[in-house]
Nanobody, 116 residues
Framework: QVRLVESGGGLVQPGGSLRLSCAAS????????MNWYRQAPGKDRELVAS????????NYADSVKGRFTISRDNAKNTVSLQMNSLKPEDTAVYYC?????????WGQGTQVTVSS
């Protein structure tokens, strides 16, 4: 059974940084691309960043380009999201997601609040 566990969320002031991590188990981690999503109150869940299975290619939402960096460690079965220059509009629950051909799995999410 695939399990994803996010950590690293919290309260940070505007302009600050946080690093989120997602620990994966129950799958051959290095075979799958990984994604970070977020969902703000009253809004749809949106894709924030993606990384290919070997980490060779990444993609970002326009709203976070230049501020967020996705990375992975296939030896430790983890994917991370380094978030810098945080803005109040980055406040959301952040989720990691993995998808296979016929399935997908989400973590439980971690809350990020950007406020002074």
């Amino acid at each position: 059974q695939v399990r994803l566990v996010e950590s690293g969320g919290g309260l940070v002031q505007p302009g600050g940084s946080l690093r989120l991590s997602c620990a994966a188990s129950g799958l051959s981690f290095s075979r799958y691309g990984m994604n970070w999503y977020r969902q703000a109150p009253g809004k749809d869940r949106e894709l924030v960043a993606s990384i290919t299975s070997n980490g060779g290619s990444t993609n970002y939402a326009d709203s976070v380009k230049g501020r967020f960096t996705i990375s992975r460690d296939n030896a430790k079965n983890t994917v991370s999201l380094q978030m810098n220059s945080l803005k109040p509009e980055d406040t959301a629950v952040y989720y990691c997601k993995v998808s296979g051909q016929w399935w997908s799995s989400w973590g439980q999410g971690t809350q990020v609040t950007v406020s002074s």
